[in-house]
């Protein structure tokens, strides 16, 4: 199943984040990937944050996932919003 995650970062983040943490953050993210978990990210245009295609079981393991994220375990990025995809069935019509 395939879920839509929306992040953003809080106040603290320019004043707490370090080249460290964010390329820990980027560690992460390419394990993400390369486990075929988040499927793809993007960084939003709106206001500082990102948003993510994450492949899970369930809601659970999609935000389990993201929480793995070390920006999101230092309280420094939030999950805003988790929604459940489900395949659009247009295609599938005859």
């Not at 948003?51 to 809601?59: N, P, R, S, Y």
């Not at 935000?63 to 999101?72: A, F």
Request: hydrophobic share 40%.
């Amino acid at each position: 199943m395939q879920f839509l995650i929306q992040t953003s970062r809080t106040a603290e983040f320019e004043s707490r984040v370090s080249p460290a943490a964010l390329q820990g953050e980027e560690a992460q993210l390419r394990h993400l990937y390369a486990t075929e978990v988040v499927r793809h990210i993007w960084h939003r245009y709106d206001r500082p944050g990102a948003v993510m295609l994450v492949e899970a079981d369930d809601g659970a393991h999609a935000v389990h996932s993201v929480e793995s994220l070390p920006l999101v375990s230092a309280g420094l990025v939030t999950i805003d919003e988790v929604t459940p995809l489900k395949p659009y069935a247009g295609f599938c019509r005859t």
